[in-house]
Structure formats: C-alpha cells, structure tokens
C-alpha cells in the first residue's frame, strides 16, 4: 500500500525559509516520479516542482530560484526546501507520486499525501 507522508509546514514570515518532507513508502521509490503540489485557499491545485528517477527537475517559473526539490532515495524521502518565501505562497502542499510522467505532470497522480499547510506573513 503506498502512503505519503508530509511535514514540515509552517507560518513563516516573507522571506523566511521552510523545508518539507514527505516520506514515502509501499513502492520502489526511485523508479517513481514525484512532485510537490498546491493549493491556495479558491484557486486550483498547482504543480511546483517535479523529479524524475534519473534526477532531472522541473519548476514553476513562480517558483524558480527560490525552491529546490531534492529526494533521497536512501531514506525514501522526498524534500522541497522553500527560500524568499512570499505571502502567494501561502497554500496547502501536497505531495505526490506516479510511475507515469504524464498523470503526474497533468495534476493526475495515482498517490497523493494528505498536504501540509504552508502560511506565509507579511
């Protein structure tokens, strides 16, 4: 059974920093693709970053500069450390995993966590 698991949100001032985790588990971990996600309170959900199994990275131009995805495939865990943080930041992360580049890219994963609130103040 695949789980993921996040943590690590927070109220953080602009320009402050958070980074979150998301713990994975019930499928071989470096043969998925994974990705962060949000959603900010009206809006629709949004793709930040993804990462593939080989390592290659994709941004939102929203958020480029200011956050690196990373995983480590030794600990199952995938991390989205966030820089420069600004009040549009502010939204629900998600977590999410697919063996498929597409369902994941289109906001269609087969796995989703159960999100971490991220609160950013002026």
């Known amino acids: 059974q695949v789980q993921l698991v996040e943590s690590g949100g927070g109220s953080v001032h602009a320009g402050g920093s958070l980074t979150l985790s998301c713990a994975a588990s019930?499928?071989?971990?470096?043969?998925?693709?994974m990705g962060w996600f949000r959603q900010a309170p009206g809006k629709g959900r949004e793709r930040v970053a993804i990462?593939?199994?080989?390592?290659?990275?994709t941004y939102a131009d929203s958020v480029k500069g200011r956050f690196t995805i990373s995983k480590d495939n030794a600990k199952n865990t995938l991390y989205l450390q966030m820089n420069s943080l600004k009040p549009e930041d502010t939204a629900m992360y998600y977590c999410?995993?697919?063996?498929?580049?597409?369902?994941?890219?289109?906001?269609?994963?087969?796995?989703w966590g159960q999100g971490t609130q991220v609160t950013v103040t002026v």
């Open positions: 019930g499928y071989t971990f470096s043969s998925y693709y």
């Open positions: 999410a995993a697919d063996p498929d580049f597409t369902r994941l890219w289109f906001g269609r994963p087969n796995y």
């Open positions: 990462i593939s199994g080989d390592g290659t990275i």
